[in-house]
């Protein structure tokens, strides 16, 4: 498997993010190079959401554009996995027969030997576990680590060390059933990982460089693991996580409110490290809507929450989801989602249309009866009405000094060098030293800077804002050596 080359293209959530690094480290250690071509790689992997239909609509488009390419190079392995290939393998196979292979979530250590087999043998290939009646054991032989542990613990130490963030899982699945949710269905159960394994993972993070690591789970505030006989639940996870010498911010999502209790609160305001920030979904403002969705929250109790929070951890930053266009809803009904926004003052809100998906129960007991051009208007109203929050939220914030890690150039100024080193002028020049960071709200913050400023933790003071993103200048230029 020596100087192939490998395309993975990921789509969703933070989970799949993820599952797309460690995958890739997998297949890194078997020799592949990574590629930005799709249609020159020797395998190509497509990382799946079916959270909504337009995510598996472009898969399958993505999928499709490979047809022909195929053809030419018929050696090539292409394969779909995550959670699209957990809920509809057959129909992957119906709608793009050139496809290989097929693995869920829970299987995706298998994909190096599933790879290798249909090298070996130009077979389809199936992993799946939600769906036992689906499930099939393709391989010939096992592998010395056939578990879904195995996967996390194969991120490789030997990395250059070069990223200054990174995701760590603490918990898959989920146990909530959701009325409108597929998730339960591609992921499985809810499964905390063992918490000693989360630090050791943590711990080899840091000692390559990593200073914010985001914990990860599908209701990751429902995290709880038997510790020597002892339950630790997500608190202490914090705590224990805290001590990690190296890493500087730990943030984690998603929360579900459902299950949020108040020493997590205690725990973000007493561990310096734990981010002010909170992303906590609360999908509706009526609770007529909410009972329909099954959800373990009211409107009231997530109100209480929020005001909790805010008494609790000094400067936090809420953030939030909707679902516009859910079975039955009334103008009455989204006007009350209206309200809830204008009245928490959210530092943003991702909202989205209803999509109805197959095997959930308001698929199969419930009506997709608010129509398309009102589920965009919707859509568009709740976003407009969030950014006039979002703008008078960071207008407040302009003269204070925030702390910023540096990710990197910002997005304006990757094109301005692009520009400059096709063109072999200064075009865009004003942008081309352009650093993006994020501070402990996440708050998204641009300034100038210089390469050197990467990685590190600046003092910016902020001198202008839009409703998305905030423009400043280095305050602590000064105390640091030239």
Known sequence: MNDRSVYLETMGCQMNVLDSELVLGQLRARGYTPTDDMHAADLVLVNTCSVRRHAEDKAL??????????????????????????????????????????????ELYKVPAMVEEVQAGRNRLVALTVNKSRRSTPLERATEHDSVESLDLSRDPRSDGSSIQAYVRVQRGCDKFCTFCVVPFTRGPERSRPPDLI???????????????????????????????????????????????????????????????????????????????????????SNAVLERMRRQHTVERFREL???????????????????????ETDEEFEESCELVRRSNF???????????????????????????????????????????AMANNQTL???????????????????????????????????????????????????????????????????????????ELADREARPS
């Open 398 to 472: 302009l003269g204070r000094t925030v702390e910023v890690l540096v990710e990197g150039y910002s997005k304006a100024a990757i094109k301005a060098q692009e520009a400059e080193q096709t063109r072999g002028s200064e075009v865009g020049w004003k942008r081309s030293d352009q650093l993006v960071g994020r501070t402990p709200g996440d708050q998204i913050v641009v300034f100038t800077g210089k390469p050197e400023d990467i990685g590190r933790l600046a003092q910016v003071r902020l001198t202008g804002a839009t409703a998305l993103t905030l423009h400043g």
């Open 199 to 285: 630090v050791d993972e943590v711990r080899m993070l840091a000692d390559r460089g990593c200073k914010e690591i985001t914990l990860l789970g599908q209701t990751v505030n429902s995290y709880v693991n038997q510790d020597g006989g002892r339950p630790v639940n997500f608190a202490e996870l914090l705590e224990r996580v805290h001590v990690v010498e190296g890493i500087e911010r730990i943030r984690f999502v998603t929360s579900y409110p459902g299950d949020f209790t108040s020493d997590i609160f205690d725990a973000m305001r007493d561990l310096p490290k734990v981010c002010a920030y909170l992303h906590l979904p609360v999908q509706s403002g």
């Open 61 to 106: 488009s993505r999928l499709g554009s490979l047809k022909l390419s195929k053809k030419s190079k018929p050696d090539r392995v292409i394969g779909v996995i995550g959670c699209m290939a957990e809920r509809d393998p057959d129909g992957i196979f119906e709608k793009v027969p050139h496809v290989d292979l097929v693995c869920g979530p829970a």
């Open 306 to 328: 929020i005001d909790q929070a805010r008494q609790t951890v000094p400067g936090i930053t809420i953030a939030t989801d909707f679902i516009v266009g859910f079975s039955g």
């Open 347 to 389: 530092k943003n809100i991702f909202c989205f249309k209803y999509s109805e998906r197959p095997a959930t129960v308001a698929e199969k007991r419930m009506p997709d009866d608010v129509p398309d051009a009102v589920k965009r208007q919707r859509n568009r109203t709740l976003l407009e009405l969030q950014e006039e929050v």
